[in-house]
């Protein structure tokens, strides 16, 4: 019933740049808090940034300053703009929403976390 996209990975050369973007549809109420995650071979899934209904961005120590975060309300779409990558940013990167959703027989699910399937960056000259 909720179905994650994100697009915008690939290949890029040290100190350059990528856009991810993730789009959420489906049959959502509301979104509350927005995100990026990261999961390099071999370790664990870890935040690297989210944002919240009112816009507040908060940032794992590792990316701040180089990546930004930004969500489109209207679009249910949220962006990582990644600025100077290195190669130990090179992970799947996931995007996660924190919605309430409707079920098909019109219940309602409270602050339900959605995940997409991830989209790999790998950053290697």
């Known amino acids: 019933q909720v179905q994650i996209v994100e697009s915008g990975g690939g290949l890029v050369q040290p100190g350059g740049s990528l856009r991810l973007s993730c789009a959420a549809s489906?049959?959502?109420?509301?979104?509350?808090?927005m995100g990026w995650y990261r999961q390099a071979p071999g370790k664990q899934r870890d935040v690297v940034a989210t944002i919240t209904t009112g816009s507040s961005a908060n940032y794992a120590d590792s990316v701040k300053g180089r990546f930004t975060i930004s969500r489109d309300y209207a679009k249910n779409m949220v962006y990582l703009q990644m600025n100077n990558l290195q190669p130990e940013d090179t992970a799947t990167y996931y995007c996660n929403i924190r919605a309430t959703t409707m079920t098909h027989d019109y219940h309602v699910v409270w602050g339900m976390d959605y995940w997409g399937k991830g989209t790999l960056v790998t950053v290697s000259s």
């Open positions: 489906g049959s959502i109420l509301s979104i509350s808090t």
